[in-house]
């Protein structure tokens, strides 16, 4: 089925949440289930209600309802990658939060409205070769959660890394702004600013939640983003949890901004 792209409805920024009854295809760490944060998203979606045997059940089938039921085209569905430490092996004591590339990449074969957006800690010891295997396996955008995965976007290390994306047409989404749904290296990994180096390579960026940060949090990276927006064409923002009480004041924000800002502004629900 062919569309007019001008008229494609699409959330470019959703999640599959494993709960770890299958560690290889997803976990969240003990910790991570038992936060407050967690038992509130539980409690509010209904999950448990869900047909399945099992939590990881119950949310794929949520998903897989929801996507037969919306509205939308097509949603952008994202991976996690694990925290690695400074010699690229993994640190699965640190990752709190894992969906593997190839569980996203399997569920986008069972719905054609699934876009897989794997993710790519650049500091994995094979971090290129990860680029070119989900390429070929047909992604075509890619993850990197600065503050869960201990990622500081402007290391002189990942010039390789961002130039084989830009290389290759892959998109690169960054989280920016700061995080609360779990555990997290480092908060100051969220300012836009630190995009600067990827940008530089050419590529197309996203600054996932366009550097904003809830009411009460120390900073607020959303003036960033903004001087990011107007210093690079090739900088993009998604409204992911920009919706939500906590970060509401910066939607109308972002609404008063000029159009070569707001036309770089992609929907995203997170």
Request: charged fraction near 20%; hydrophobic fraction near 35%; include cysteine.
């Given at each position: 089925m062919h569309h007019d792209s001008s008229s494609l409805s699409v959330d470019a920024h959703t999640h599959i949440i494993c709960w770890g009854e299958n560690p290889a295809d997803g976990f969240l760490s003990p910790s991570t289930q038992k936060s407050l944060i967690t038992k509130m998203l539980i409690r509010l979606s209904g999950i448990r209600r869900e047909k399945g045997d099992t939590m990881s059940e119950k949310l794929l089938n949520r998903l897989f309802h929801d996507l037969e039921t919306t509205q939308l085209d097509y949603v952008v569905l994202f991976a996690q990658d694990a925290v690695y430490r400074d010699d690229g092996t993994i640190d699965l004591a640190q990752t709190h939060f894992f969906v593997s590339n190839d569980y996203v990449l399997h569920l986008a074969t069972r719905s054609d409205k699934i876009i897989p957006c794997c993710s790519i800690n650049p500091l994995r010891q094979d971090a290129l070769q990860e680029l070119d295997r989900v390429w070929d396996a047909g992604c075509r955008i890619v993850k990197i959660h600065t503050a869960i995965q201990g990622v500081s976007p402007d290391l002189v290390a990942f010039d390789p890394f961002y130039k084989h994306a830009a290389d290759m047409g892959m998109v690169l989404v960054f989280h920016t702004g700061y995080e609360?749904?779990?555990?997290?290296?480092?908060?100051?990994?969220?300012?836009?600013?630190?995009?600067?180096?990827?940008?530089?390579?050419?590529?197309?960026?996203?600054?996932?939640?366009?550097?904003?940060?809830?009411?009460?949090?120390?900073?607020?990276?959303?003036?960033?983003?903004?001087?990011?927006?107007?210093?690079?064409?090739?900088?993009?923002?998604?409204?992911?949890v920009m919706a939500v009480f906590v970060r509401l004041a910066a939607c109308k924000r972002l609404s008063l901004e000029s159009e070569s800002i707001t036309s770089r502004i992609i929907h995203g629900s997170d």
């Open positions: 609360h749904s779990c555990k997290v290296i480092s908060q100051k990994f969220t300012d836009p600013a630190k995009l600067q180096r990827a940008l530089d390579h050419g590529g197309t960026i996203i600054a996932a939640h366009c550097g904003t940060c809830a009411f009460f949090d120390r900073e607020n990276y959303y003036p960033h983003f903004i001087e990011m927006m107007n210093r690079n064409d090739n900088l993009y923002g998604d409204t992911a």
